[in-house]
């Protein structure tokens, strides 16, 4: 990814990073803070990513959700009070868009990914995405 410009990479915003593999030289983009696609899309941008260790976690954790919300609704007078799949999305899709970005890093750099650059790297240990050795 080279900058049409000039010399060097292409130029990101300050909350995105770069993650190389050493050993295939792919290099994979990823941002720290709040993941707003994840919040409105759920697993869509996992899906987009290729990452179906991220995407089947989060199914997982969605269907736990689901039947907890469905085992502490009681109905009232045949009534239903709020819909579990309703509850659920919003439950979920506040949490992965506070948690996804940081699953997506360390699942990379379990993947053998490390920071492509200095600024990625300052950017990951500040934010604690990623432990000092």
Known sequence: MQNPFGKGMIPLPPNFITMKNPKT???RLG???FSIS???FHYLPAILRSDSYNVLCML???AIVYMAVSML????????IFDPLTVTYILTSILWGCI??????RHLHKLGYVPGDKHSAQVLYKHKYLKRK
Do not use: W
């Not at 009681?74 to 239903?80: C, E, F, K, L, S």
């Open 25 to 27: 030289g792919k290099v």
């Open 31 to 33: 941002k720290v803070g």
């Open 38 to 40: 994840a919040f409105i």
């Open 60 to 62: 997982g954790v969605d």
């Open 73 to 80: 609704q009681q109905p009232v007078a045949n009534m239903v």
């Open 100 to 105: 996804y970005n940081l699953m997506y890093v």
